[in-house]
Protein backbone atom coordinates (compact mmCIF):
# COMPACT_ATOMS: atom_id res chain seq x y z
CA UNK A 1 0.00 0.00 0.00
CA UNK A 2 1.06 3.45 -0.63
CA UNK A 3 0.32 6.57 1.09
CA UNK A 4 0.40 10.25 0.04
CA UNK A 5 2.88 11.07 3.39
CA UNK A 6 3.67 8.50 5.65
CA UNK A 7 3.92 9.56 9.69
CA UNK A 8 7.35 8.39 11.59
CA UNK A 9 8.45 8.70 15.09
CA UNK A 10 11.82 7.81 16.07
CA UNK A 11 12.32 5.28 13.77
CA UNK A 12 11.78 4.10 10.04
CA UNK A 13 11.73 -0.04 9.33
CA UNK A 14 12.77 -0.88 5.72
CA UNK A 15 12.39 -4.29 3.93
CA UNK A 16 16.03 -4.45 2.31
CA UNK A 17 18.30 -7.14 0.19
CA UNK A 18 21.94 -7.70 1.45
CA UNK A 19 24.44 -9.04 -1.32
CA UNK A 20 27.00 -11.60 0.06
CA UNK A 21 30.32 -10.12 1.38
CA UNK A 22 31.85 -10.15 -1.36
CA UNK A 23 29.88 -7.99 -3.28
CA UNK A 24 29.40 -5.95 -0.36
CA UNK A 25 33.12 -5.32 -0.59
CA UNK A 26 32.81 -3.99 -4.21
CA UNK A 27 30.69 -1.43 -3.11
CA UNK A 28 32.71 -0.51 0.35
CA UNK A 29 35.44 0.50 -2.62
CA UNK A 30 33.43 2.30 -4.95
CA UNK A 31 31.89 4.41 -1.51
CA UNK A 32 35.20 4.87 -0.78
CA UNK A 33 35.81 6.51 -4.53
CA UNK A 34 32.20 8.71 -3.85
CA UNK A 35 33.19 9.78 -0.72
CA UNK A 36 36.07 11.17 -2.19
CA UNK A 37 34.55 13.01 -4.70
CA UNK A 38 32.69 14.98 -2.23
CA UNK A 39 29.70 12.38 -2.03
CA UNK A 40 29.67 12.85 2.00
CA UNK A 41 26.47 10.71 2.49
CA UNK A 42 28.32 7.36 0.90
CA UNK A 43 28.51 5.79 4.63
CA UNK A 44 25.07 6.92 5.64
CA UNK A 45 23.24 3.77 4.96
CA UNK A 46 23.90 0.25 4.86
CA UNK A 47 25.50 -1.23 1.71
CA UNK A 48 21.39 -2.61 0.84
CA UNK A 49 18.63 -2.14 -1.23
CA UNK A 50 15.76 -0.95 0.27
CA UNK A 51 12.53 -2.98 -0.74
CA UNK A 52 10.01 -1.57 1.12
CA UNK A 53 9.24 0.80 4.20
CA UNK A 54 7.67 -1.38 6.91
CA UNK A 55 4.84 -0.12 9.64
CA UNK A 56 6.98 -2.95 11.85
CA UNK A 57 9.87 -5.60 11.17
CA UNK A 58 8.61 -8.43 9.20
CA UNK A 59 8.51 -12.19 10.67
CA UNK A 60 11.03 -14.46 9.42
CA UNK A 61 8.19 -16.56 7.83
CA UNK A 62 7.55 -13.50 5.89
CA UNK A 63 10.94 -12.95 4.84
CA UNK A 64 11.40 -16.93 3.80
CA UNK A 65 8.60 -16.35 1.55
CA UNK A 66 10.19 -12.87 -0.01
CA UNK A 67 13.48 -14.78 -0.23
CA UNK A 68 12.10 -17.77 -2.03
CA UNK A 69 9.86 -15.37 -4.65
CA UNK A 70 12.96 -13.48 -4.93
CA UNK A 71 15.24 -16.38 -6.14
CA UNK A 72 12.31 -17.97 -8.42
CA UNK A 73 12.33 -13.78 -10.29
CA UNK A 74 15.91 -14.93 -10.65
CA UNK A 75 15.83 -18.57 -12.36
CA UNK A 76 16.01 -17.23 -15.93
CA UNK A 77 18.71 -15.64 -15.32
CA UNK A 78 21.09 -18.14 -13.45
CA UNK A 79 20.19 -17.13 -10.54
CA UNK A 80 22.19 -14.05 -11.00
CA UNK A 81 21.54 -10.49 -9.73
CA UNK A 82 23.14 -7.82 -12.45
CA UNK A 83 23.59 -4.56 -10.76
CA UNK A 84 24.14 -1.78 -13.59
CA UNK A 85 23.97 1.30 -14.07
CA UNK A 86 23.84 4.38 -11.42
CA UNK A 87 20.34 5.29 -10.67
CA UNK A 88 17.75 6.99 -8.11
CA UNK A 89 14.74 6.62 -6.21
CA UNK A 90 12.74 8.61 -3.35
CA UNK A 91 10.92 7.71 -0.22
CA UNK A 92 7.57 9.28 0.03
CA UNK A 93 7.04 12.08 1.99
CA UNK A 94 7.45 11.34 5.02
CA UNK A 95 6.46 13.71 8.75
CA UNK A 96 9.15 14.48 11.27
CA UNK A 97 11.96 12.24 9.23
CA UNK A 98 14.25 13.76 6.82
CA UNK A 99 13.94 13.52 2.47
CA UNK A 100 15.51 10.28 1.49
CA UNK A 101 16.95 9.72 -1.62
CA UNK A 102 18.42 6.54 -2.64
CA UNK A 103 22.05 6.71 -5.44
CA UNK A 104 23.50 3.47 -6.76
CA UNK A 105 23.50 1.04 -9.34
CA UNK A 106 20.23 -0.02 -10.32
CA UNK A 107 19.95 -3.55 -9.97
CA UNK A 108 17.96 -5.81 -12.20
CA UNK A 109 14.94 -7.19 -10.35
CA UNK A 110 11.62 -5.66 -9.31
CA UNK A 111 9.92 -7.23 -6.48
CA UNK A 112 6.86 -4.85 -6.10
CA UNK A 113 4.29 -7.69 -7.38
CA UNK A 114 5.85 -10.08 -4.80
CA UNK A 115 5.51 -7.62 -1.79
CA UNK A 116 2.04 -6.67 -2.39
CA UNK A 117 0.95 -10.14 -1.60
CA UNK A 118 3.27 -10.80 1.28
CA UNK A 119 2.49 -8.58 4.43
CA UNK A 120 -0.14 -6.01 5.31
CA UNK A 121 2.69 -4.68 6.59
CA UNK A 122 4.14 -3.08 4.40
CA UNK A 123 3.36 0.86 3.93
CA UNK A 124 5.34 1.51 0.32
CA UNK A 125 6.83 -0.85 -2.36
CA UNK A 126 9.82 1.19 -4.22
CA UNK A 127 9.66 0.90 -7.77
CA UNK A 128 13.03 0.60 -8.18
CA UNK A 129 15.79 -1.71 -6.89
CA UNK A 130 18.64 0.26 -5.95
CA UNK A 131 21.85 -0.95 -4.24
CA UNK A 132 22.57 2.09 -2.10
CA UNK A 133 26.43 3.46 -2.09
CA UNK A 134 24.96 7.17 -1.03
CA UNK A 135 21.77 9.04 -0.18
CA UNK A 136 20.66 12.44 -1.89
CA UNK A 137 17.94 15.02 -1.59
CA UNK A 138 17.38 16.21 -5.24
CA UNK A 139 17.32 14.77 -8.55
CA UNK A 140 20.04 16.51 -10.32
CA UNK A 141 23.26 14.74 -8.59
CA UNK A 142 26.77 15.42 -9.85
CA UNK A 143 29.07 13.83 -11.84
CA UNK A 144 29.95 10.52 -9.83
CA UNK A 145 33.41 8.27 -10.84
CA UNK A 146 32.68 5.41 -13.52
CA UNK A 147 30.79 2.17 -12.01
CA UNK A 148 31.48 -1.08 -13.54
CA UNK A 149 28.78 -3.32 -13.19
CA UNK A 150 28.84 -6.65 -11.80
CA UNK A 151 26.46 -9.10 -10.99
CA UNK A 152 25.93 -11.60 -7.70
CA UNK A 153 23.72 -14.42 -6.75
CA UNK A 154 23.55 -15.13 -2.80
CA UNK A 155 21.76 -12.15 -0.78
CA UNK A 156 19.29 -12.08 2.24
CA UNK A 157 16.20 -10.41 3.11
CA UNK A 158 16.03 -8.83 6.07
CA UNK A 159 14.52 -5.83 8.10
CA UNK A 160 16.70 -2.94 9.01
CA UNK A 161 15.25 -0.07 11.38
CA UNK A 162 17.50 3.19 11.74
CA UNK A 163 16.63 6.36 13.15
CA UNK A 164 18.30 9.85 12.34
CA UNK A 165 21.18 11.66 14.61
CA UNK A 166 21.50 14.65 12.10
CA UNK A 167 19.46 15.38 9.54
CA UNK A 168 21.04 18.36 8.12
CA UNK A 169 24.05 20.59 7.96
CA UNK A 170 25.75 23.56 6.69
CA UNK A 171 27.51 21.44 4.14
CA UNK A 172 24.32 20.01 2.98
CA UNK A 173 22.17 23.16 2.08
CA UNK A 174 25.23 23.64 0.02
CA UNK A 175 24.67 20.67 -2.12
CA UNK A 176 22.34 18.15 -3.82
CA UNK A 177 23.99 15.36 -1.85
CA UNK A 178 22.18 14.66 1.34
CA UNK A 179 24.38 14.75 5.02
CA UNK A 180 22.42 11.86 7.09
CA UNK A 181 23.59 10.54 9.82
CA UNK A 182 21.86 7.53 11.32
CA UNK A 183 22.25 4.84 13.92
CA UNK A 184 20.64 1.23 12.04
CA UNK A 185 19.87 -2.03 13.07
CA UNK A 186 20.07 -5.02 10.62
CA UNK A 187 18.32 -8.40 11.40
CA UNK A 188 19.96 -11.60 10.50
CA UNK A 189 17.31 -12.11 7.84
CA UNK A 190 16.78 -14.81 5.11
CA UNK A 191 19.13 -15.73 2.78
CA UNK A 192 17.83 -16.70 -0.62
CA UNK A 193 17.56 -20.16 -1.72
CA UNK A 194 20.74 -22.04 -3.33
CA UNK A 195 20.60 -21.54 -7.12
CA UNK A 196 21.09 -24.98 -7.81
CA UNK A 197 18.99 -26.19 -5.48
CA UNK A 198 16.07 -24.84 -6.81
CA UNK A 199 17.17 -26.01 -10.29
CA UNK A 200 16.74 -29.14 -8.95
CA UNK A 201 13.20 -28.61 -7.07
CA UNK A 202 12.22 -26.78 -10.91
CA UNK A 203 13.63 -29.72 -13.18
Request: net charge positive; aromatic share 10%.
Amino acid sequence: METDKITVQKHLHFLILLPHRDSQNIIEDYRQKLFCHGFFSAYSFPVAAPLAILSRPLKTEELKKIASQTRNITLQKHGKIAAESLDLVFCPDMESFPKLGFYGPLLDISLIDILNNVSNNIIFSFPKTILTVALAKEDNMPAAPAFKPFNFSAARIANLSIRPILSSSALAAKSSIAVYSFEWRVSRGVWLPGYRREMRIES
